[in-house]
C-alpha cells in the first residue's frame, strides 16, 4: 500500500508559477513510475507529465510541454511538479499517481494504481 499527499497548490495570477509536492509513504521502496494528472470543471481527468523511478526519464502533455518540470527526491520519498508561465486553462485539480510500469511512462490514468486526494490550481487572468 502506498499512500501520497499533494501540497503546493493555491492561487496564482497568469504568467505566475507554482511548485506543487506529492510525498508518498508506505511501500515505497519499490520501483515505481511517478505522475501528474489534473482534472479541470467539466472535463476528464487527463495525464500532465510523468517520470520513471531514476529521473532519468520524463514526459509531458503537449500542452504544459516548456512549461512545467516534473521531477523527484527518492531520498524523501517526493514528486514535485514545478509548474510556470501559468494560464487560466492550467486551472484544475492536481493528481500525484504511482505506477508499476515495466514498459515506460503511461499516459493512462489506469497505468496507476495509487492516487493522492488533490490539491486545488487555480489561474487567474
Known amino acids: 500500500q502506498v499512500q501520497l499527499v499533494e501540497s503546493g497548490g493555491g492561487l496564482v495570477q497568469a504568467g505566475g508559477s507554482l511548485r506543487l509536492s506529492c510525498a508518498a509513504s508506505g511501500r515505497t521502496s519499490i520501483r515505481n513510475v511517478m505522475a501528474w494528472f489534473r482534472q479541470a470543471p467539466g472535463k476528464e481527468r487527463e495525464f500532465v507529465a510523468g517520470?520513471?523511478?531514476?529521473?532519468?526519464?520524463?514526459t509531458y502533455a503537449e500542452s504544459v510541454q516548456g512549461r512545467f518540470t516534473i521531477s523527484r527526491d527518492n531520498a524523501v520519498n517526493t514528486v514535485y511538479l514545478q509548474m510556470s508561465s501559468l494560464k487560466p486553462e492550467d486551472t484544475a485539480v492536481y493528481y500525484c499517481a504511482v505506477g508499476f510500469s515495466t514498459i515506460g511512462i503511461l499516459r493512462s490514468d489506469h497505468g496507476y494504481q495509487y492516487w493522492g486526494q488533490g490539491t486545488q490550481v487555480t489561474v487567474s487572468s
Open positions: 517520470i520513471n523511478y531514476s529521473g532519468g526519464f520524463t
